[in-house]
């Protein structure tokens, strides 16, 4: 493709995409496809000679969108939504224009400090301390790409500030030369503890299988709404100890992906000055974009956050109006990354570096080489505004806020827990049936969503609420599309009531009948 044709088909593409936005809302949401269908129709092995370009895309079309499962659609309230915008997606075909890795300052400074300046520009309008601003720097932020990755990164400079604190060689040094000695790694790396709770996101455990350590999932309980307390952790942590165990990370959750449980920050804060080894990380991946309405703010323990916590985790690229994908990582204090991450063969030595006037992200993060993901945050904060941002932030609120009045009032469905910003968990309950009790309601509420699964008008995720009391079979409404409107909301949640009375139609008192 040359430069002429290019431009042709860019346009090209463009219009395609155009068409598709405007036919998002008549489209099914979900893929209406069969497993296999792609791999039975593609050939097996690349084409020998080079296709023409209109037909590779046409093939787009025809091949790969009937097997795409619209999450953009205004009918998208699965999961949570994962937000793209038109701001997003310009600013990633630039970014590819201009493709480079962005490891060091040197590779293309404009990346590193665009990157500097956009991660403060969210970090004040969330509201974090100046503490993890890049400008102080001291703390600051950097672009990832998942949540999952960020808590890994957060997981090994946890492990590695808890060694050299053993060690007593917490930040000796400067600039990353810190060693921990074999000695004391040998002694106590194997004797590590990651602890989350039971609503701990898959995350935790991936970390600490990546770690080769044990994740421990603490209990919680429907009276404290989820949430993971402090004497729990207390409990847990004790216990470790007592047994020669080391605890390194604790990783609490504001915005629990099953309910948006909102763990006690400030408990286990207090609980963890007991225990200098260990590291909070704050995992808000959904919700932590929502400090940026001063409102909320107290609900989902912002003060607690800035007082107490190592490193946070948000992802714009869930609820934050920028195309995937787009996670941010906030660190209190920087060494507990670059002493982590730095490892500087000669050919990556700058003379910008050694001075210690730039940032590498290499040494930030796990891999060398990154995406140039600072370019969608400009274009959409530019573009939005603040005030842009939280009003689309507002507008999924209030569309929870609106359904929950429905769910509320209804005859045969039950809100499970409060609902939380822009989440609304419920569940099949008519309360005009006592016979129908919690093992029974579990049975049809997974009736309800398989039912709801078969059909491709509506996509909504099932969960089970563990806690100390019992398990709940549920099911989610995440609202907070960029393209969603209340109509939108309305006309998933009748399909649910009548999905919900075939239902209990089909309970003899006994079982369910076909
Ligand atoms: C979505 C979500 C994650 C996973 O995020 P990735 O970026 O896909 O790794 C983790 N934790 C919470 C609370 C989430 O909502």
Redesign the pocket.
Known sequence: MDIEQFRKAGYAAIDAICDYYQTLSERPVKAQVQPGYLLDKLPKEAPAKGEPFNQIAAAFQNDVLPGITHWQSPQFFA??PANSTFEGMIADLYAASVSNPGFNWICSPACTELEQVVVDWVAKMLGLAPSFWTSSGVGGGVIM???????LTAAMAARERALRRIAGIEHAAENGDIQVPEEIRRKNGQKLVIYGSTQ????GSKAAIMLGLPFRAIPVSAEDSYSLRGDAVKQAIDADVAAGLVPFLVIA?????SSGAVDRIAEIGEVLKAYPTVFLHV?????GVAYALPQYREMLRLTELNEYVDSF?T?L??WGLTTF?C?LLYVRDRRDLTQTFDVTPAFLRSKEADAGAVIDYRNWQIALGRRFRSLKIWFVLRSFGVEGFQQHLERGISQCTLLADIVGRSKNFEIVTKPSLALLVFRLSPSSRADLTGDILDVLNQRLHDRLNARYDVFLTQTVLHSVERNIFCIRFAMGGVHTTFDDVQATWSIVEAEGEEVLKRWDGDRLIE
Do not use: I, Q
């Not at 959750?253 to 992906?257: A, C, F, P």
């Open positions: 999961y949570f790409g998942s949540a999952s990755e960020a808590a701990t996101h898959s995350l959750t504001v915005g629990t992906t995992d808000a991946a959904w919700a985790c992802n690229h869930k994908d996670t």
